[in-house]
């Protein structure tokens, strides 16, 4: 290889060789920012993937919460509305009850007298 005289004017050969060196890195860049934005894509649409998924699954939890608690919500009610039903019993039992008490605490005040009546018959 001659030494170059780097201050004398370059040739059609020396443009000509510069240009396709210039082409051939161009096109190694070139293929290098293709398979990175492959990657980058596979990347992605492997996040749109899964970011899809996880929304599925955060709306069906959403969908479960929800149901337990409609579910919950209509038992605590219905063992409220169970225990209104008892209270109106017990009520109407202590009303029932207390006359019933009435009637023999007039019969127990009165035996003596009724045990008396009954012995001089």
Same mark, same amino acid.
């Given at each position: 290889m001659a030494k170059t005289n780097t201050n004398q004017p370059a040739t059609k050969g020396d *443009?000509? !060789?510069?240009?396709s060196e210039l082409k051939a890195d161009i096109k190694l860049l070139d293929q290098k920012l293709d398979r990175k934005v492959g990657a980058l894509d596979q990347k992605t649409t492997t996040l749109g993937v899964e970011l899809a998924k996880t929304q599925l699954r955060i709306d069906?939890?959403?969908? !479960?919460? *929800? %149901?337990e *608690?409609?579910? @919950?919500?209509?038992?605590?009610?219905? $063992? @409220?509305?169970a225990s209104v039903v008892k209270g109106r019993m017990y009520e109407?039992? $202590?009303? %029932?009850?207390?006359g *019933?008490?009435?009637t023999h605490e007039e019969k127990l005040l009165n035996h003596e007298t009724r045990l008396a009546t009954?012995? %001089?018959k």
């Open positions: *443009i000509s !060789n510069l240009r069906r939890l959403e969908n !479960n919460v *929800i %149901t *608690i409609r579910s @919950f919500k209509s038992e605590l009610l219905s $063992a @409220f509305e109407q039992k $202590a009303v %029932t009850h207390g *019933i008490l009435a009954l012995e %001089t």
